[in-house]
């Protein structure tokens, strides 16, 4: 069976995008600090007949997404869907006006570095297959005026900006890498915002493997 693995997987948007590539075929491989979170997700997941199993991983060290990573194709077998989509509530969001590299610089790290070590740990055997797909996702900030938080959309508008180019340059292979942008509280009571429906756009990107980023707007920002 195919595989897509989830970096940041939880409980709303991740546990629902391994919901609807699972109900396609997939086995799934969920990625995030938390084993025992993991499990009940994964457990979830296999109640319903979708194989899935998790990896502990802390994005903002690198090495450890690196030995997930090989651990999940020694037990999985070759990730087919690599979707990236952490975060970290416990970084310090400040105002544009704000912004310092003392602030900016941990946002840098976590976002644009753990997506550095995690998409060149599978990039490699997906250019060698000549086969894959890399799904990044942030907020809608990256893309739109919200200046409440400054250094998080400079670390997320510089993530777009390598998976558009990373995307351009990968034209020529089997490999489709796309960007997705969400401008909604996720789950805040809007049918347009609940994470099912969301999750639906990504199945929509990698089964169509055309556009090179989605801006999900779900409500009037």
């Known amino acids: 069976m195919p595989l897509i693995t989830i970096i940041g997987a939880g409980p709303g948007l991740g546990l629902e995008i391994a919901r609807a590539f699972g109900q396609k075929g997939f086995d799934v491989a969920l990625v995030a600090r938390d084993q025992s979170k993991l499990d009940a997700l994964a457990e979830v997941l296999g109640s319903e007949g979708i194989h899935a199993r998790g990896f502990t991983a802390d994005v903002s060290r690198p090495e450890t997404i690196r030995i997930a990573l090989g651990s999940i194709r020694d037990a999985l077998g070759p990730i087919d869907v690599l979707e990236f989509s952490p975060a970290d ?126 801006h999900y707007v779900a409500y009037d920002a």
Request: proline content about 4%; overall charge negative; aromatic content about 6%.
């Open 89 to 214: 509530r416990t970084l310090e969001s400040v105002d544009a006006l704000d912004v310092t590299m003392e602030n900016l610089q941990p946002q840098i790290d976590f976002y644009l570095g753990g997506a550095l070590g995690a998409i060149g740990a599978v990039l490699p055997d997906m250019i060698a297959a000549d086969a894959g797909t890399v799904l990044v996702t942030t907020g809608g900030g990256s893309l739109s005026q919200t200046p409440v938080r400054g250094n998080v959309n400079i670390a997320a508008a510089g993530l777009r900006n390598w998976t558009l180019n990373l995307n351009a340059a990968l034209a020529d292979t089997g490999v489709y890498v796309a960007f997705v942008a969400i401008t909604a509280l996720i789950g805040g009571g809007r049918p347009d915002a609940e994470p099912a429906v969301i999750a639906q756009s990504y199945v929509k990107l990698y089964e169509e493997r055309k556009d090179a980023e989605l």
